[in-house]
């Protein structure tokens, strides 16, 4: 199947041009194996034919990147920058619940709201990985599809920040998404900064190494 078909929403109105760019930001967002990097010049003409938005203008700045880029030189860019750093890792729940036992049930809940609008997970991947998220998005509509991402719009924001500071490509991709989402508060931007700062939430429960006594009560007053 042409990558081309899994982009090309029926009918012509908003809401198929918002399905159209959220499933190309899947595309795009995934790592840019051969039968992705076979259809670089695809997916430009696709992201030409859009209407004139904000995120379409930053589709093409990503896309004019990808078509130009060596293969194996975008291989090794979203290795280095996806896989290899938590400040831009694709996982939305991490963002709100770092390692903890609340980012299971966080998964959990995430997977079982697909499945309530007829969509499942494909085996091996993680329902809080962003194309996984996009791709819900574009088939379940700016509504209910959406929510997800504007219930991790934070670590949204903090991804597009670590990539801008990396001067990635793919922070195109990330102001494209962005642009869809309702613009942040001033409590948002606060919540980010505290994020950048001190990252996400760690465990505090059961960590106390094996062995270590209890603390001596203090004696009473």
Do not use: C, N
């Not at 088939?139 to 001067?167: F, K, N, S, T, W």
């Amino acid at each position: 199947m042409s990558l081309f078909t899994r982009i090309r929403p029926a009918g012509a109105d908003r809401d198929a041009q918002r399905a159209r760019v959220l499933r190309l930001l899947s595309l795009l967002l995934q790592y840019p194996d051969a039968e992705l990097s076979a259809a670089s010049a695809e997916l430009a003409g696709a992201v030409a034919a859009l209407p004139p938005t904000p995120a379409a203008r930053h589709l093409a700045r990503f896309t004019d990147w990808f078509v130009q880029e060596p293969a194996h030189e975008r291989e090794k860019h979203y290795v280095d920058v996806f896989d290899l750093r938590r400040r831009t890792g694709l996982h939305l729940t991490y963002y709100l619940h770092g390692d903890t036992r609340r980012r299971g049930l966080a998964l959990l809940a995430l997977a079982q709201s697909y499945r309530a609008l007829g969509w499942e997970v494909a085996d091996g991947e993680l329902p809080d990985h962003l194309p996984v998220a996009l791709e819900f998005a574009a088939v379940a509509g700016p509504g209910p599809g959406e929510a997800p991402l504007r219930r991790h719009r934070r670590g949204l924001q903090l991804i597009h920040h670590a990539l801008r500071d990396l001067d990635s490509p793919y922070r195109h991709l990330l102001a494209a998404l962005l642009a869809l989402l309702p613009p942040p508060t001033a409590a948002d931007r606060e919540a980010v900064r505290r994020l950048a700062a001190a990252g996400p939430p760690v465990e505090e429960v059961g960590l106390t190494p094996y062995g270590t006594p209890p603390p001596t009560p203090e004696a009473p007053r």
